[in-house]
């Protein structure tokens, strides 16, 4: 690991100034970042430690939603009961990822900001244009059994790890930030994440020195709600994929995928197509897919756990 600086800020705006400052990042669970910066993948020359920052509260907004602050742990979000109640698909998808330890660490922005599980990013021997622009991606032509399948580019075919995203993704979640200058911005979930194109390294659309300061959900959607997480093992393991689904009793509703692209992946065309069957859905969702020759089986893998969603939801 190599040598930095540290401090505690003491409020929002003092941190996001402080993160302005070359090789500076806030610094908050650690569980991403501090194994990064371990095998030299992250190198920061300074960091910000946000956890003081007092928002770890989950509040109800004005509309009928909840805003869960920035630093709110996974183990505490999971288990609200506004949020076990409400928000099912959230909380399941929650508890389906890491650890019990992990989660009680981890919290709600660091998830939203996870680098991905990519062998070749974890390996700094290898080319990797995420980890070093413009070095090449050895994932193309190399193992990308666990890689995405949809929203790929020359440069990249990396997947976001996080189960929590799409679950957010797929109830409509917005991100709130604030910039050094004290300035505040609500961005939807669905445009937060950004695909890689031919700039992987940039993962989000945050400025530098914003700090994410809470995630808000939007008014109850009812329904059934239900997280499927496909692993190669039960515990402790990122998905191949997974699916998010809110159902309605007529059969409408909404779904998103994780494992397969560079974000958590919803095509809204393809909630329409919910009442006519997952192999409907599937086309929609993964429409204009490149799968490689060591991942092909993650399309028909998706449509298969989209039909399991499906069944559960009609005997829920």
Known sequence: MKAFTYERAKDPVAAARAATRPGAKFLAGGTNLLDLMKIEVETP???IDVQDLK??????TEDGGLRIGALVTNTALSADERVRRDYGVLSRAIAAGASGQLRNKATTAGNLLQRTRCPYFYD????????????GCSAIGGYSRQ??????SGQCIATNPSDMNVAMRVLDAVVETVNPQGQTRAIPIADF???PGDTPHIETVLQP??????????RPL????????????????????SVAAVVQKDGSGRIAVGGVAHKPWRVEAADAELPRGAKAVTARLLAGAKPTEDNGFKVPLVERTIAAVISQARIA
């Open 193 to 195: 994440h950004r695909l």
């Open 147 to 152: 890689l995405a399948v949809v929203g790929t």
């Open 124 to 135: 700094t021997n290898m080319a990797c244009n995420k980890r070093k622009p413009g070095s």
């Open 222 to 241: 009812g329904g059934t709600h239900i997280y499927e997480k496909v692993r190669d093992r039960a515990s402790y393991a990122f998905a191949l994929i």
């Open 45 to 47: 020359t300074h960091l």
């Open 55 to 60: 928002l770890d509260r989950i509040e109800k």
């Open 209 to 218: 020195g914003e700090l994410i300061t809470s995630v808000t959900l939007p």
